[in-house]
Nanobody
Framework: QVQLVESGGGLVQPGGSLRLSCVAS????????MAWYRQAPGKQRDLVAD???????KYAYSVKGRFTISRDNAKNTAYLQRNGLKIEDTAVYYC????????????WGQGAQVTVSS
């Protein structure tokens, strides 16, 4: 019902910039919360940040002050940004969309590989 297309991943040098985009289509509603998760090699998938339809944001403790999540409701798009990437930021980054009022309305993107290496 909802399709999520991620872009912006790839190989980035340490100190470089990250700007991921997630475009939602299909049966998507602006009321849905959008989020970014990441999964580093050998680790579980963890929340990076999420943002409500009204723009309220929440960040994981480990990334507070390092990443910025935003959204453009007119474009059904969420963004994740950071300058000064570190090697430990290497992970697969997943876009997530969910309804605040329904447990079954929960969708995932295909994942975007971000590799921070020289």
């Amino acid at each position: 019902q909802v399709q999520l297309v991620e872009s912006g991943g790839g190989l980035v040098q340490p100190g470089g910039s990250l700007r991921l985009s997630c475009v939602a289509s299909g049966r998507f509603y602006s009321a849905y919360t959008m989020a970014w998760y990441r999964q580093a090699p050998g680790k579980q998938r963890d929340l990076v940040a999420d943002i409500s339809s009204g723009g309220n944001t929440k960040y994981a403790y480990s990334v507070k002050g390092r990443f910025t999540i935003s959204r453009d409701n007119a474009k059904n798009t969420a963004y994740l940004q950071r300058n000064g990437l570190k090697i430990e930021d290497t992970a697969v980054y997943y876009c997530n969309v969910r309804s605040p009022s329904s447990t079954w309305a929960n969708y995932w993107g295909q994942g975007a590989q971000v590799t921070v290496s020289s």
